[in-house]
């Protein structure tokens, strides 16, 4: 007997200005005024997409002390967008990046119960760390935290978050007029914490929210990411969007969940994923190396070198070849903020392993970035692209995608007006929405109200 068929889950990313969006591009409008938002979750709820999806930046990165064009530049609060947006979506869902290194769980949990409220229970938190002293700057602890402390300080963030979540079960409002009792229960919202990161106690001052707890995200790919996301996160991002590195993936992640006593379907797992859409695959094919050319230029991929040589290339020709010195290795980085330094942590090897590939190919620097760089996921003629994603998720490479269009807003209109249908054609993703929350959307069952000690394990 074969298997059902898996309904495929989609959601949309607003990019703002990265190495993904193409912001010289005619087509492209603004990345911070908010008909640009309103454009993209329209678009995304029109299409039955589950949510919309926001990062989040708290320091403009640099490179030799300058922001420049590759940044997010002047992306406003997460909270504000999304709370704007409840407002011009009826369906769709609204998961926003809140940090946990630099923040307090008293402040975001009332963030996001605020949300829920006002969308009608479609919120849900991307729970991150932060790696690097460069942001901390900007917060009054300053520095930052190893990588286990990170960790640690997110996991007593996450699990005090829900204490305040849960310290209200749901059934406590009365509102009997004729009595004149408003609250059955004059204790809701006590709550005590006392934990290495967190000593607080008080009052919850925000009721129970229609799902109950907004729906946790998690975006790490260590192994403590993993560890932490099949602890207590309802959905985790994933970075592969190969088949077999998404199966491998895939498959790590959901056999780590039985050990907390969780099923395999009470984790998603979501990789970004980009596409390019021609009439035919050879047309998308030709628009995809357009799309990379338009992504890197000369300018930009001097940038990209400078993440490696740790110097400033600014005098080189990008369409000349590499630099034939090796890069500087130095605590003292000339990109701050760019988590690509990290990836680099033999950058003398690396340099060699790019000139060899440079020289056998006769790529010049430019050509080399947009070689060796991230290629669209999906490229082809919209049957193609829906062919390939349900594959992916038929397979279990992964549970559906996160789609991150190069062009903001107008970008996702291409893909929710040629390709949905025929993933809806296939009986593979829904026609309509069939619940009001998030946790409907993604097939999560609601936290039981009534059982806040069953709730307070979960």
Known sequence: MSKPLKQIHLAAHFPGVNNTTVWS?????????FSSFAHFARTAERAKFDFLFLAEGLRLREQ???IYDLDVVGRPDTFTVLAALAAVTDRLGLTGTINSTFNEPYEVARQFASLDHLSGGRSAWNVVTSWDAFTGENFRRGGFLPQDERYSRAKEFLATAHELFDSWSGDEILADRA???FLRDARAGAFVHQGRHFDIHGRFNVPRSPQGRPVIFQAGDSD?????AAAGADAIFSRYSHLEEGRAFYADVKGRLAKYGRRPDQLLILPAATFVLGDTDAEAAELAREVRRQQVSGATALKHLEFVWNRDLSGYDPEGPLPDIDPLVSEE?????????RMYRDPVAIAREWRELAEANKWSIRDLVINNGNRQTFVGAPATVARTINEFVQ?????GFILVPHITPGGLDPFADKVVPLLQEQGVFRADYEGTTLREHLGLAHPDAAAPAERAAS
Do not use: Y
């Not at 591009?25 to 005024?33: K, L, R, T, V």
């Not at 980085?333 to 330094?341: P, T």
């Open 25 to 33: 591009d005619p087509a492209a409008g603004s990345h911070i005024e």
């Open 64 to 66: 030799d002390g300058r």
């Open 179 to 181: 009595t004149g009792t």
């Open 224 to 228: 403590e990411g993993r560890e932490f």
């Open 333 to 341: 980085h000339i990109s701050r903020g760019r988590a690509q330094v």
């Open 395 to 399: 397979a279990d490479a992964s549970d």
